[in-house]
């Protein structure tokens, strides 16, 4: 599959303005759970490349593989504590945003272990991953076919 455009090429405005969002909840969500996010979000959305970024970037975080690959099944693994759970459960409910949108038992497990201003990032977080997926989804963005050897 080839891809069909470098959006940073061109509209590098609006590819500025996602990195203004992505640079916002780096700033402010725990990288270990904004991975996390990421990487379920980008599962969801089926985007290759944003799946493979994130997955390594959470391994040379220091994830684990066993974390990492739960992440697809994080409602059966034994592998997240309760405030990675509510956040797997919120980017669920986000990204597969249905008709009626969020439940209120999400939004309700959400805000009991995280704060207003934390939750209020989450949402950012997940809003932002899911621009990435669409335009890297849309694009055809492609992750590279080899990984650069650990210097």
Known sequence: MQARMNIAQVAPEAYRAVLGLEKYVRA???HRLLEL?????????GCAFCVDMHSQDALDSGQSSRRLFAVAAWRD???????????????????RLGEHGVPDEVWDDAVRVFSEKEVA?????????????RVSVTTRT??????????
């Open 28 to 30: 402010n969500v725990a």
């Open 37 to 45: 996010v990421k990487l379920r979000a980008s599962m969801l959305n």
């Open 77 to 95: 693994a034994p592998f997240f504590d309760e405030r990675e759970r509510a956040a797997l459960a919120l980017t669920d409910a986000v990204t």
């Open 121 to 133: 990032d989450l949402v950012t977080a997940i809003a932002t991953i899911n621009v990435w997926n």
């Open 142 to 151: 492609q992750p590279p076919t080899e990984v650069a050897a650990a210097g």
